[in-house]
């Protein structure tokens, strides 16, 4: 889509801006109310004031509520990773950085079977691993030749065309002072229309109705400096002789040790932080006309090296392939142990990825979302969306500003809200990642989770207010695997099957019917705005269930602290179940089905009146065997 030159000069303004300081980022936060007794406004990331208390810093909390952007993602509750790089060409879940680009080369790679497979399983979003930490690039990006380019994967196969060999090997002379050369050549002779990976994935996520997210590691083994990587080499030769045992990222180390990194050696070395323009032209760059012409945005930072080179490729995603509606980074710096580490600009990276796409939710990023804690997808039972930092969100890879750290036991109970060092609060939805299988990526050994383990991972974590990140690798034949095929398929019509509301309003019930509705926004609340109260629900006919489904209208903030569900059976009030958090969704499964006519949800607390908006009763269709 196409920006305008107006467009663009605010971009660059509020950039400025942002890496002078000042806060331009997703849901700024709100002005210091003076005195800390003024309105309290709603906002994304909120300031906690030395003056303010608990009842203050709790009333704010209330008042954190989603940016549009999460707004959407919440309401997409299953995303599927897809894990797919040099790693499914070597059989390993971390590589070194040193693979030659040669050993990347599928047949074929069907991302419309990719879709077709995932939409089965009732996915609305998906997100593509463009680089892993091995460093490896699957779009033709400008500015490092270990990247698609540079593979026979590039030219297709049968390609023998002398002006492609050609441009190739000039490439090949080239790379080691160009970052570029392999780009340069990439119109060369004969290339494969399918060669651009993320474009090909980007758009068939697009023809099956998807949104799409992308993974764009920090961690770069490719740019480790080659002394390094030979200093690793004679380490772990020396552990190998002493018969000592390796680490996955070791053993990959020590198989490509007759190799070195396949960049440029930027990562970690200390080079000067200086004034750097974003995008950084190429030789041959085919966006100059349009920067000169103010049709793309251009930005002024100062940077070293490796940053300046991460920042550019942000700038290619979010150009060249946007909207995305998810970027994924996480804060892994692998080698820092080992006497090597790149100082991450977050607080740039945030800001600018803002300034190009504001409803982008970022992982780890300001009012984004947030890794649930663990890789078995499992959400906590009691699971908060508004979560208080020690730090400014803006400015920092968010898991490190969480009291007790992304996998503390409690992120956002009043306990939490209470500790001293909390210094802002921010809408930080949980997002729970796991497997279809026991690796990341494809291992001919290995075989996908059954579609009753799904359903279950499902209910703990969709179910608990976090969305699904279920990662599916397709294999080095550039397909999902049949079973796993299958396995989503189930799932997702056990899913589908099962979600059909047998709740049904009578005439003239009119909360009944807002809570029945399908609508976000439409909602019951308690008399006069209590923060408890009992919504009655009584049935057109009786219905017979083992799920009750239960959300809060999230646009208002997340408020439920305790509720009750309770079924009146042979006229005597049953408790059903018991929960603490509801946000935008909590499944409460029963033991047994149970059928009534009517029924009534009691909440017990909360922090300010609440907003229910869905209630739904199923009964589970499990998947077929």
Not at 11 to 21: E, H, I, K, N
Not at 127 to 134: I, P, Q
Not at 443 to 449: F, L, V
Not at 588 to 594: G, H, Y
């Amino acid at each position: 889509m196409p920006i305008s030159r107006r467009r663009n000069a605010v971009l660059a303004a509020l950039f400025s801006l942002a890496v002078a300081g000042a806060t331009a980022t997703p849901g700024a936060a709100a002005q210091p109310d003076r005195g800390c007794t003024g309105p309290i406004k709603t906002a994304a990331i909120m300031t906690v004031e030395p003056c303010d208390g608990m009842d203050r810093v709790l009333a704010k909390a209330a008042a954190v509520v989603p940016r549009p952007g999460q707004l959407a993602w919440q309401q997409r509750p299953v995303t599927a990773f897809t894990h797919f790089g040099m790693n499914t060409f070597t059989d390993r879940e971390w590589g070194s950085g040193a693979e030659k680009e040669s050993t990347f080369a599928p047949p074929a790679v069907d991302t419309d079977q990719w879709m077709r497979s995932l939409k089965g399983a009732g996915v609305t979003q998906v997100m593509l691993t463009a680089k892993h930490h091995d460093g490896f690039v699957l779009y033709p990006t400008r500015y490092t030749d270990h990247s698609v380019v540079a593979s026979p994967w590039w030219l297709g196969a049968g390609c023998t065309d002398p002006k492609a060999d050609a441009a190739r090997q000039a490439a090949q002379a080239d790379r080691a002072q160009d970052p570029s050369a392999f780009w340069q050549a990439r119109d060369a002779g004969c290339t494969n229309p399918r060669g651009d990976i993320l474009r090909d994935y980007v758009d068939s996520a697009r023809r099956a109705g998807l949104k799409v997210g992308v993974y764009l590691s920090p961690a770069d083994g490719a740019e480790l400096p080659a002394t390094f990587f030979a200093d690793e080499v004679k380490r772990i030769e020396a552990k190998v002789a002493a018969g000592q045992s390796l680490s996955i990222e070791e053993q990959a180390t020590y198989d490509d040790r007759a190799s070195a990194p396949q960049g440029q050696g930027r990562y970690g070395t200390g080079s000067a932080v200086t004034p750097r323009t974003i995008p950084t032209l190429v030789a041959n760059d085919d966006r100059a006309a349009a920067l000169a012409a103010g049709k793309l945005p251009r930005f002024t930072v100062h940077e070293d090296d490796y940053n300046t080179y991460y920042l550019n490729q942000l700038y290619e995603l979010f150009t060249q392939y946007g909207p995305i509606d998810e970027l994924w980074l996480d804060g892994a710096n692998p080698w820092r142990d080992r006497g090597i580490s790149e100082n991450y600009d977050f607080t740039t990276w945030f800001s600018m990825i803002h300034a190009l796409s504001p409803n982008t939710v970022t992982f780890a990023g300001p009012a984004g979302v947030r890794w649930v804690g663990n890789e078995a997808g499992q959400a906590r039972t009691t699971e908060w969306s508004p979560l208080p930092t020690t730090g400014d969100p803006n400015t920092a890879h968010n898991e490190e500003l969480f009291l007790g750290g992304a996998t503390a036991t409690d992120l956002g109970s009043r306990q939490v809200l209470a500790d001293p060092s909390v210094r802002f609060l921010q809408w930080a939805p949980a997002e729970s990642d796991v497997s279809i299988r026991p690796g990341w990526f494809f291992h001919p050994g290995e075989q996908p989770k059954t579609a009753a383990q799904l359903v279950d991972l499902y209910r703990r974590t969709v179910g608990r207010n976090s969305s699904l990140l279920l990662n599916v690798p397709p294999g080095p034949d550039g397909e999902f695997a049949p079973a796993d095929v299958a396995s989503l398929a189930a799932f997702g019509q056990s899913v589908a099957a099962t979600q059909v509301n047998q709740a049904h309003a009578r005439p003239g019930e009119k909360a009944v019917a807002a809570v029945t509705d399908n609508s976000l926004t439409t909602s019951w609340t308690p008399p006069h705005g209590a923060l408890e109260g009992t919504l009655d629900v009584p049935l057109a006919r009786p219905a017979t269930f083992d799920q009750i489904r239960l959300g809060e209208d999230i646009s208002r903030g997340q408020h439920v602290e305790g509720a009750t569900v309770q079924a009146e059976v042979d006229g005597a009030w049953q408790t059903l179940g018991t929960v603490t958090t509801i946000g935008y969704a909590r499944l409460v499964t029963l033991s047994a089905p149970v059928t009534t006519g009517h029924l009534r949800v009691v909440i017990t607390r909360a922090r300010a009146t609440p907003y229910l908006s869905t209630f739904a009763l199923y009964r589970t269709v499990p998947p077929a065997a």
